[in-house]
């Protein structure tokens, strides 16, 4: 009984902080896709308002994967007796912040086509992993929740930046 209240509790806090650090990515897409010249009548500097934003979308984003990242990193440095799947996943676990930072620099909307993609893989790959080695059922249908959030909105800047091509 106390093991399964601490699980709910766990569960509860990562849920709560997760959908909080969804926040910034609600906030820079709606404004994104508000009037760009609503934004450009209201903030000096006009259309560099519009291109700070997108930067701050892009650099928030490549923070999270590097976050997701670090969550696979881990796990596998945690559950591993030091053999080569452990070292594969170590691998592959800094692939995520690698591609945000790649994609950072990538010119839009392309970026957050990169950034979606990105988001949609490491989605992918935890949730196939929940239940197993350490990680429990519940981060998978989080991980799922998280990843439907972070590529709509991915998607929703990759269709207000393609538009102002």
Same mark, same amino acid.
């Given at each position: 009984?106390?093991? $399964?209240?601490? $699980?709910?509790?766990? $569960?509860?806090?990562?849920?709560?902080?997760?959908?909080?650090?969804?926040?910034?990515?609600?906030?820079?897409?709606?404004?994104?896709?508000? +009037?760009?010249?609503?934004?450009?009548?209201?903030?000096?500097?006009?259309?560099?308002?519009?291109?700070?934003?997108? /930067?701050?979308?892009?650099?928030?984003?490549?923070?999270?994967? @590097? !976050?997701?990242?670090?969550? &696979?990193?881990?796990?596998?440095?945690?559950?591993? /007796?030091?053999?080569?799947?452990?070292? $594969?996943?170590?691998?592959? #676990?800094?692939?995520?912040?690698?591609?945000?930072?790649? @994609?950072?620099?990538?010119?839009?909307?392309?970026?957050?086509?990169?950034?979606?993609?990105?988001?949609?893989?490491?989605?992918?790959? +935890? @949730?196939?992993?929940?239940?197993?080695?350490?990680?429990? /059922?519940?981060?998978?249908?989080? &991980?799922?929740?998280?990843?439907?959030?972070?590529?709509?909105?991915?998607?929703?800047? !990759?269709? #207000?930046?393609?538009?102002?091509?």
């Amino acid at each position: 009984m106390q093991e $399964e209240r601490k $699980e709910v509790s766990v $569960e509860r806090t990562a849920t709560m902080l997760a959908l909080l650090g969804f926040v910034p990515f609600a906030i820079f897409t709606s404004l994104l896709l508000a +009037d760009p010249g609503l934004i450009s009548q209201y903030a000096e500097g006009g259309a560099a308002a519009v291109g700070t934003l997108i /930067d701050a979308l892009k650099l928030y984003a490549a923070i999270v994967l @590097s !976050f997701v990242g670090g969550i &696979r990193w881990g796990l596998a440095i945690a559950n591993g /007796d030091g053999g080569r799947k452990e070292s $594969e996943a170590l691998v592959l #676990a800094a692939g995520p912040s690698l591609i945000g930072w790649f @994609s950072f620099f990538m010119g839009e909307p392309w970026s957050f086509a990169v950034l979606a993609a990105a988001f949609a893989a490491t989605g992918w790959w +935890d @949730s196939r992993a929940a239940g197993t080695k350490g990680m429990p /059922d519940w981060f998978g249908r989080l &991980r799922v929740l998280l990843t439907v959030l972070s590529m709509g909105t991915m998607i929703a800047a !990759f269709g #207000a930046t393609y538009s102002a091509m």
